[in-house]
């Protein structure tokens, strides 16, 4: 049996949509992307238009896909190789150019990544609703590229391991992120443009922590626990503002903000911020 495993199953042929003008055909693919001798996994996701949800279970197979699409409107990718024990896995959906304008077409994604494999994920994301689970998964690194998006990613359960650098460069997007002190992260970097971001970086924070935020004419709102030490680097002018809410700082000079017992602290986080013509608000609760 060849050890590339990746099944691909049509489930009942087609599926026919019914609109006030003609019936749209669409189809639905399973497939199984798996092989033998994968210690490491490097996924890249390029998505154009639609939803697309990723979740994580306990599996010994690498990635489980399921698709809902329209195959007049909508072209699809995959493909896994594996060399030396590291997997590289290749996943894309594109829309048809003369098809951008019309809503008429199906293109859902849900793909389930093992919690078994170290995993390194770079995600492009354009037009489309996204909601990430990626809770309980050995992060290495995440990258994601946010074009007209609504996403939401989740961090419910701990990294197993320490997520070396997340970015995230997110246009005229709306974006949260829950849990994400779960994702152990040792820098964050944040490119906002003229979309609204509200990040809750509440949760166990191990040694220092460097969040890099860089926002157009976007807004974002960042929620930390109230007993984090912390350190903020950043200014505000007629254009832009960078406020701070329910924590307690000394201006240790110019643009420099620190907590008490930010110097004697193991734990925590240090904020490089700068605001061109929108906002940052940072949030001290419990």
């Known amino acids: ?69 329209s195959p007049r409107y909508v072209d699809y990718e995959t493909n896994l190789n594996v060399r030396d024990g590291r997997g590289r896995m290749f996943l894309e959906s594109e829309i048809s150019k003369h098809h951008w304008d019309d809503n008429d077409f199906e293109n859902e994604w849900n793909l389930t990544l093992s919690k078994k494999y170290p995993t390194s994920l770079d995600l492009d994301i354009g037009a489309c609703k996204a909601r990430f689970d990626l809770s309980g998964i050995p992060l290495v690194d995440l990258q994601i590229d946010v074009g007209a998006a609504d996403l939401e990613i989740e961090f419910n359960e701990p990294n197993p391991g320490r997520l070396r650098e997340l970015n995230i460069d997110c246009g005229a997007s709306s974006l949260e992120i829950i849990g994400l002190a779960n994702a152990r992260a040792e820098m964050m970097d944040f490119d906002i443009g003229a979309g609204s971001c509200e990040i809750d970086l509440r949760g166990e924070i191990e040694g220092e922590v460097e969040v890099d935020i860089d926002v157009g004419v976007g807004s974002m709102d960042v929620i930390i626990s109230r007993d984090i030490a912390v350190m903020i680097r950043g200014d505000d002018d007629w254009f832009s503002s960078l406020d701070f809410h329910g924590m307690r700082l000394d201006e240790v000079r110019d643009g420099v903000w620190m907590s008490e017992d930010f110097d004697e602290a193991e734990d925590r986080i240090v904020f490089t911020v700068d605001v061109s013509m929108g906002s940052v608000d940072i949030y001290a609760r419990r």
Do not use: W
């Not at 590339?4 to 042929?13: D, Q, W």
């Not at 019914?18 to 992307?33: C, D, K, Q």
């Open 1 to 69: 049996m060849n050890s590339l495993r990746i099944c691909i199953f049509i489930i009942a042929g087609l599926v026919l949509l019914v609109s006030p003008t003609v019936a749209e055909r669409v189809e639905h693919v399973e497939e199984i992307l798996s092989e033998d001798g994968i210690e490491e996994l490097e996924i890249q996701i390029d998505f154009g238009a639609g939803v697309i949800e990723i979740t994580t279970e306990e599996m010994e197979e690498a990635a489980k896909l399921d698709i809902f699409y």
